[in-house]
């Protein structure tokens, strides 16, 4: 079964400073992949994808990921952040092998922005 | 241009009480599904469902049923709350799953 995981809980990152999110996933076949951003009390917000291609994938807000067939790791990245950008963020694949084309989520990584 | 509409956006729920959430889709998404959301475990898949008239089981579908009578709707029931199902709710509906997601906003469900 594939998995997901983000090793980094909490995050907390100076305005103006880069930010690099990882993500790390367990899956047999070429992934579908994705991040996606939950501002404090909504819905979950799709920032970018990758299904196949170009390995480095722009999104929407000024952020990219990467992804890395040898390293099993699609990691976020934003070269200066905001201070819109506290919020939490989630890694997830998809899984088109079995029933339902389910996406599976990493536990999530919370972005506190300093002033 | 709703999307993905979820009701009740709030809950208390007594133990034992009986409840159903709602979601509702006008994107015509044959892929729906109700995910839970708790703190450091990310969202774990309750139930889905892959058109009109069918439902299967998630990661975690013990204690909730679904029905999914009419393509734009989804209901989440919960026959018997207990504590343990306190929770953040979210529905999402897809056109084809791996694809990507949309999202509702939420039903912030408390057991007590």
């Known amino acids: 079964a594939q998995s997901v995981t983000q090793p980094d809980i909490h995050i907390t990152v100076s305005e103006g400073a880069s930010l690099e999110l990882r993500c790390n996933y367990s899956y047999g076949a070429t992934p579908y992949l994705f991040w996606y951003v939950q501002s404090p009390g909504q819905g979950l917000q799709l920032l970018l994808k990758y299904f196949s291609g170009d390995t480095l994938v722009q999104g929407i807000k000024g952020f990219e990921a990467e992804f890395k067939r040898s390293q099993s790791s699609f990691n976020l990245r934003k070269p200066s952040v905001h201070w819109s950008d506290a919020a939490e963020y989630f890694c997830a694949v998809g899984d088109y092998e079995a029933a339902g084309n389910k996406l599976t989520f990493g536990g999530g990584t919370r972005v506190l922005v300093k002033p | 241009n709703a999307g993905v509409t979820q009701t009740p956006k709030f809950r208390v729920l007594k133990t034992g009480q009986s409840m159903t959430l709602l979601c509702a889709q006008d994107m015509n998404h044959e892929y729906m599904y109700w995910y839970r959301q708790d703190p450091g475990m990310g969202l774990r898949l309750i139930h889905y469902?892959?058109?009109?008239?069918?439902?299967a089981k998630g990661e975690v579908p013990d204690g909730y049923n679904v029905s999914r009578l009419k393509k734009q709707n989804f209901l989440l029931g919960l026959e018997s709350a207990a504590p343990s199902q306190t929770s953040v709710y979210f529905c999402?509906?897809?056109?084809?799953?791996?694809?990507?997601?949309?999202f509702g906003s939420g039903t912030r469900l408390t057991v007590v």
């Open positions: 469902s892959v058109g009109e008239g069918t439902t």
């Open positions: 999402a509906s897809s056109y084809s799953g791996t694809r990507g997601y949309t």
